[in-house]
T-cell receptor, first 116, second 116 residues
Framework: DAGITQSPRYKITETGRQVTLMCHQT?????MFWYRQDLGHGLRLIYY???????DKGEVPDGYVVSRSKTENFPLTLESATRSQTSVYFC???????????????FGEGSRLTVL | AQTVTQSQPEMSVQEAETVTLSCTYD???????LFWYKQPPSRQMILVIR??????QNATENRFSVNFQKAAKSFSLKISDSQLGDAAMYFC?????????????FGEGTQLTVNP
């Protein structure tokens, strides 16, 4: 019962490098989300996806790219990392229409990214 | 756009005592979910309690209960008989039921300390 897993859990990179954070869920949930968590801001939505090949921007999408070629995977790419993207990143999923939806999101364990 | 506000960045409570965490939100919608999530030092986001706006009865889960005041747009969390394991960051969150693909909007969080 893996649920939702993120990798890597910790990553240190340098300014200007490309970084990809992976997210995989085993529940066949329709919706997947990427949030970033920063002190004083709670969790802010970067991107979300309603189904394979359907993605949309959240509150803070600049500097990030996502894709969803398969229902179970939702990678987040920082094409040219900046220091302001140092954060903890959470992937989450939830059921969609046609699935029993009690409302909540299910979260991965987070990925701590440091950009030097 | 919906907003969620947690006005207490930090709270503390003595073990076995009761503490109440505050949350207010702003929305023009009438059908929505409200949640409290707990984030211990492990970083894992754990659902504590859920409230559906159409239900007048306040949700309860063991030692955790809410005071949901729909007209006042207030959603406080009461923790009774506090335990050391309750020490964590607590996030209040809102999710619309009226728009498809709706995401969770989070407050900034309240750091709860439990003193022995």
């Amino acid at each position: 019962d893996a649920g939702i897993t993120q990798s890597p859990r910790y990553k240190i990179t340098e300014t200007g490098r490309q970084v990809t954070l992976m997210c995989h869920q085993t529940w066949s949930h329709s919706y997947m989300f990427w949030y970033r968590q920063d002190l004083g801001h709670g969790l802010r939505l970067i991107y979300y996806s309603a189904a394979a090949d359907i993605t949309d921007k959240g509150e803070v999408p600049d500097g990030y790219v996502v894709s969803r070629s398969k229902t179970e995977n939702f990678p987040l790419t920082l094409e040219s990392a900046t220091r302001s993207q140092t954060s903890v990143y959470f992937c989450a999923s939830r059921r969609g229409s046609g699935q029993v939806d009690a409302g909540e999101l299910f979260f991965g364990e987070g990925s701590r990214l440091t950009v030097l | 756009a919906q907003t969620v506000t947690q006005s207490q960045p930090e709270m503390s409570v003595q073990e076995a005592e009761t503490v109440t965490l505050s949350c207010t939100y702003d929305t023009s919608e009438s059908d929505y979910y409200l949640f409290w999530y707990k984030q211990p030092p492990s970083r894992q986001m754990i659902l504590v309690i859920r409230q559906e706006a159409y239900k007048q009865q306040n949700a309860t889960e063991n030692r955790f209960s809410v005071n949901f005041q729909k007209a006042a747009k207030s959603f406080s969390l009461k923790i009774s008989d506090s335990q050391l394991g309750d020490a964590a960051m607590y996030f209040c969150a809102y999710r619309s039921r009226e728009t498809s693909g709706s995401r969770l909007t989070f407050g900034e969080g309240t750091q709860l300390t439990v003193n022995p």
